[in-house]
């Protein structure tokens, strides 16, 4: 019998848990673990049936995670908590004997930078071990990924321009609010923009490169180039792409908040002292923001994201944009999370899927591309994600 283990229970865990509870003929034992068992009591309760444990971990502490993953057992442990227990959740992986999945990369609590090195650098431990870790197995990194895997294997003889677009047409009511963590989002899309071309890295101020792009269903949506983890695993494992970039649409509210949250240093991860209280900027902003996962409720509107792609196949160059389309209020009614959350929660589940029926399963680390992208795409149409293709388009990029 598959069992799985959670951790995390925010938005993305609430989608992953109903998602996984959903499929018993795979996954046969399921517990919900995290830093708040109330809120993982609320998620099982939710879901009913009693489908699923819960317990609390502490999984900054890897003697914590050890001991839970030890009584428990599981095949994997999904991490859905923050990007920050990322390598102390892979060390007890590692302790333990169990395997590991992921959808956003390590990055240093004091230090706002993502990179994949520390985590590539577990790759001959997680080998040696006979053990599997999947990284970046959300929707943008993850079906991203998987989309640009596709394009190469069905579309391409060789891929050359990656354009990633990443658009949420959704609207919460509320004049501003991070669709996930306040502060890894805010982390995110505060640094300064960055893109792979003709062999090297160019960097841009945020948010400097701009252009309206259409949407299919949508619309035309202001879309601004941000780096994005995905592009450092995507252009060493492509490496025909000439250029290879990500756009993200932002409304003009959202960006004034954000220069304003800038400009007053309320995004700093510096602490300061506060009547003899140490506190860190960003993380008391998010404690006043909306709860992403509380945003769900009044979400109207769709999120679209896709792979706009430019290559050769047979001599002619061709394109290809593969994109999936997510209404909020469809998320919601499903799993009491907006689409964000959901569009998350639904490729983990199918990365766990994947692990457990022994077809993403080899010792090392690996991001999701490095896999065959075909059964994971498949299940894309089955569990509330499905894709559309278009072919020889013109692709505004
Ligand atoms: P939330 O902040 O809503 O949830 C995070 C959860 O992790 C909370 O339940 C939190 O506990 C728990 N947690 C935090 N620290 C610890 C700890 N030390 N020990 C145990 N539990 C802990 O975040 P989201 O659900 O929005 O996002 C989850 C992850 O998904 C993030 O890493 C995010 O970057 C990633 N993500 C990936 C995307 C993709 O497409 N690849 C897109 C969106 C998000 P508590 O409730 O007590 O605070």
């Known amino acids: 019998m598959s069992k799985v283990l959670i951790i995390g229970a925010g938005g993305v865990g609430t989608v992953a848990a109903h998602k996984i509870a959903s499929v018993p003929e795979v996954f046969g034992d399921m517990m919900l673990a995290s830093r708040t068992k109330s809120k993982c009591d609320a998620i099982a309760a939710a879901i009913g049936g009693n489908r699923i444990r819960t317990a609390q971990v502490d999984a900054d502490h890897v003697p914590e995670l ?23 959740i892979m060390d007890a992986c ?3 004997g169990v395997s590991y999945l992921d959808t956003a990369n390590y990055e240093p609590k004091d230090e706002a930078r993502f990179e994949y090195k520390w985590q590539w650098a577990y790759r001959e431990k997680f080998k040696n071990a006979g053990l599997t870790a999947i990284l970046g197995c959300g929707f943008d990194p993850g079906v991203t990924g998987v989309y640009t895997a596709y394009a190469a294997k069905h579309h391409f ?19 501003f609010a991070t669709n996930f963590n306040p502060e890894i989002n805010i982390r995110e899309v ?8 003709n062999g090297k890295w160019l960097y841009t101020e945020p948010h400097e490169i701009h252009q309206p792009l259409h949407y299919p269903e949508i619309g035309p949506k202001e879309s601004y180039v941000i780096y994005h983890e995905e592009l450092e695993s995507l252009v060493k494992n492509f490496p025909t792409l000439k250029r290879a970039r990500f756009w993200m649409t932002f409304g003009q509210e959202y960006l004034t908040h954000l220069r304003v949250i800038r400009n007053i240093g309320m995004a700093s991860i510096e602490p300061v002292m506060y009547r003899g209280m140490e506190i860190v900027p960003i993380q008391f902003l998010k404690a006043v923001l909306p709860d992403p996962a509380d945003l769900g409720k009044n979400y109207r509107g769709w999120t679209s994201i896709g792979c706009r792609i430019r290559g050769l196949k047979n001599g002619r160059e061709q394109t290809y944009y593969v994109y999936n389309n997510c209404s909020h209020e469809v998320a919601y009614r499903e799993t009491g999370t907006q689409a964000v959350s959901y569009t ?5 589940m199918i990365g ?6 022994g077809l993403w399963k080899k010792p090392g680390v690996f991001n999701v591309e490095e ?6 795409m498949e299940q894309l149409n089955i569990h509330g994600l499905p894709w559309k293709e278009q072919f020889d388009v013109h692709l505004e990029l």
């Open 66 to 88: 050890a001991a839970l993953i030890r009584s428990y057992r599981p095949d994997l442990v999904v991490n859905v908590a923050l990007p920050y227990q990322d390598l102390t």
């Open 94 to 96: 590692l302790e333990t």
């Open 157 to 175: 003889d060789e891929i050359q321009y990656l354009d990633i677009v990443d658009c949420n047409a959704g609207d919460h009511g509320h004049p």
């Open 190 to 197: 505060t640094q300064k923009g960055k893109y792979w071309e």
């Open 344 to 348: 998350t929660g639904v490729p983990v």
């Open 352 to 357: 766990a899927m994947m692990y457990m029926k």
């Open 371 to 376: 896999f065959d992208p075909d059964p994971f």
